[in-house]
């Protein structure tokens, strides 16, 4: 992929301050006076029952917006809720030179039923490429930051600094990560149970704001995720890769903000690319590598022959 300019991080460290104290005060204003607090005519399904959106989204994510078109006011700002009104700003991140993409409360189904596991996640895209990450975690009132050009760190709320570094991986066997089979296709969730038993660990806490916070300070092993949006999986990215992990497609491609199919973010590459082989039942086989080649010297109708029998 040619891009016209190299893909940096974007953000002064000013402007970095800036943003978390704006979801910072999202969180105290929007988010936090909400939880436990809901009533039934806060709540409702997107998709299915457990594909909720709440009060607290919706007032999170217009909070957030309108503090990002004051700060950047050219910048592309894709929000999970404004998108659901509009699926078409998704087709615009890959050629927007910034692009912010806000999941307001990430968990959102844990949130709605009394369950801290659940966080804000801003990331910033250049050209499609996850640039900055922020994954904040409103009950503990900390956050974990990473960008291109620097090391994946959690801040806590005195403004302790901690440098995060993943697991050192290791066979399958060995191996704790996160898989949310209840989003796979319905002919992958079978396979796929069946290989649980070959880990230590199988989870899924419903947020991949804490999943990815997990891969990257060396809790958890690794991540994978079939359902792929703009917001859930960009900040998680570039803190994985800032602290030492390997993310990619699963078929091997990289990884961009509108990218479908199989992500998997691991520790390292060499975790990665064991964890790979073990899935490979979930990519594709192309007609190309279906087909046998042919046998030396044969040709439509006749019996290849060896000459170098």
Same mark, same amino acid.
């Given at each position: 992929m040619s891009l016209p300019i190299a893909v940096t991080a974007p953000l002064t460290k000013a402007q970095r301050a800036q943003l978390l104290t704006l979801v910072r005060r999202a969180a105290r204003a929007e988010i936090l006076p909400r939880f436990r607090q809901l009533g039934s005519h806060q709540i409702d399904q997107k998709t299915g029952p457990q594909d909720l959106v709440t009060d607290a989204d919706k007032a999170a994510e217009a909070m957030i917006t309108r503090g990002l078109q004051?700060? !950047?006011?050219?910048?592309?700002? #894709?929000?999970?809720?404004?998108?659901? +009104?509009?699926?078409? *700003?998704?087709?615009? $991140?890959?050629?927007?030179?910034?692009?912010?993409?806000?999941?307001?409360?990430?968990?959102?189904?844990?949130?709605?039923?009394?369950?801290?596991? !659940?966080?804000?996640?801003?990331? #910033?895209?250049?050209?499609?490429?996850? +640039?900055?990450?922020? *994954?904040?975690?409103? $009950?503990?009132?900390?956050?974990?930051?990473?960008?291109?050009?620097?090391?994946?760190?959690?801040?806590?709320?005195?403004?302790?600094?901690?440098?995060m570094s993943t697991s050192k991986g290791g066979e399958i066997a060995d191996l704790q990560g996160f898989i949310g089979i209840n989003l796979m296709p319905k002919e992958h969730q079978a396979p796929m149970a069946a290989t649980f038993p070959d880990f230590t660990r199988i989870l899924s806490l419903r947020c991949a704001c804490h999943e990815m916070r997990m891969v990257a300070q060396g809790a958890m092993d690794f991540a994978l995720y079939s359902k792929l949006t703009p917001w859930d999986q960009p900040a998680g990215a570039v803190a994985v890769r800032q602290a030492g992990g390997h993310v990619a497609m699963l078929d091997g491609s990289e990884y961009l903000g509108d990218s479908t199919g199989y992500l998997l973010a691991a520790c390292n590459e060499a975790t990665w690319t064991k964890l790979r082989d073990h899935f490979a039942f979930l990519v594709p086989v192309t007609e190309a590598e279906s087909t046998p080649a042919p046998e030396k010297n044969s040709f439509p109708g006749e019996?290849?022959?060896?000459?170098?029998?």
């Open positions: 004051a700060m !950047f006011p050219h910048a592309l700002i #894709v929000g999970e809720e404004a998108t659901a +009104a509009n699926p078409d *700003l998704v087709k615009k $991140i890959p050629e927007a030179e910034l692009c912010f993409t806000i999941d307001p409360v990430d968990g959102t189904w844990n949130y709605a039923h009394g369950l801290t596991v !659940f966080g804000v996640m801003v990331s #910033v895209l250049r050209f499609g490429r996850p +640039a900055y990450g922020l *994954l904040y975690d409103p $009950i503990m009132n900390d956050f974990v930051v990473a960008d291109t050009e620097s090391p994946t760190e959690q801040v806590m709320p005195r403004g302790i600094r901690r440098r019996e290849a022959v060896d000459n170098d029998a």
